[in-house]
């Protein structure tokens, strides 16, 4: 994965990941301003899951909480090609894929 670039002045930046192990998966977030300041982090622990399931989970989270806080602009980057094809239809907001 390359180095991390903010997001526009405007806008604030998730980073989002996902992972499972033995089936359990977990998934995490961390929203960041134009400065690099955290803004909000957050993680959750649920039972049985895949992969792609964590990704798509940790997208849905924080999307939950750009609308409950009213941002306007956001800018994600996920290191999931999967998460990111199935949402790029849909987008109101930057999808960007790291590696």
């Keep these: 994965m390359g180095k991390w670039r903010k997001p ?11 992972s499972t192990s033995d089936g359990m998966f977990t998934r995490g977030g ?27 989970r940790a997208l849905f989270d924080g999307i939950n909480f750009v609308i409950q806080q009213g ?3 956001i800018e994600v980057e996920c290191d999931s090609k999967v998460i990111i094809d199935c949402h790029v239809e849909y987008q109101s907001f930057s999808l960007i894929l790291l590696l």
């Design 8 to 18: 526009c002045e405007d806008a604030i930046k998730l980073n989002i990941d996902g």
């Design 30 to 56: 961390i929203f960041c301003n134009s400065f690099g300041h955290i803004i909000l982090a957050y993680s959750k622990f649920y039972d049985m899951g895949t992969n792609n399931t964590a990704e798509s």
């Design 71 to 73: 941002y306007s602009k």
